[in-house]
């Protein structure tokens, strides 16, 4: 009898060490968003898919019910972002792609294209011109070079978008 109240000891004892807080769960939300992932005391966090009544979806990690950590946002007209994320924003290295073609590569800072970074121009008035260098808010800002389509170059400094 004794043998046995100890192995049970030990068995409750190494689940409770061993045993996880993180949940899979699923949650569907008053405006039809549904989420599928981890949970922590009921909130999406650590990997889990959300997706949106407009068709956006995103895989990805979660802390305390926000999107946060590394992730692939893909919106409803066929955008996409993967990358890294801060409190439900761009926010680090990322790229981003375009229905048309366009594609950044680079830098976001509070969800805007920030630091170095590479925008090539797809389908447009710009189909395949490239620039490679500093952005800011958003927008070419900084040190840069704008290659044309027909191979010729911009090399020099941006401010708001234009060469300066």
């Known amino acids: ?19 996880s ?4 769960g ?8 549904k989420y599928k992932g981890e949970l922590k005391d009921g909130i999406p966090n650590g990997q889990g898919f ?7 979806k995103y895989v990805g990690e979660f802390k305390e019910g926000i999107i946060n950590g590394q992730g692939t946002f893909t919106f409803s007209d066929g955008r996409k972002y993967s990358g890294e994320f801060k409190e439900g924003k761009k926010h680090g290295q990322g790229i ?8 950044y590569t680079g830098g976001y800072k509070d969800g805007l294209k920030n630091g170095l970074g590479a ?11 490239k620039y490679v260098g500093e952005f800011k808010e958003g927008i070419p800002n900084g040190q840069g070079t704008y290659t044309f389509s027909d191979g010729s170059k911009w090399v020099g400094e941006f401010r708001k978008d234009e060469p300066w």
């Open 21 to 24: 807080d993180k949940k899979q």
């Open 96 to 103: 981003y792609t375009y229905p048309n073609g366009d594609k």
């Open 26 to 33: 699923n949650i569907t939300y008053a405006n039809g968003a």
């Open 119 to 129: 925008l090539t121009y797809g389908k447009g008035k710009s189909d395949g011109d």
């Open 50 to 56: 959300l997706s949106l009544p407009d068709g956006g």
């Open 1 to 19: 009898m004794r043998h046995i109240l100890i192995t049970i000891s030990i068995l409750l004892f190494s689940s409770l060490v061993f045993s």
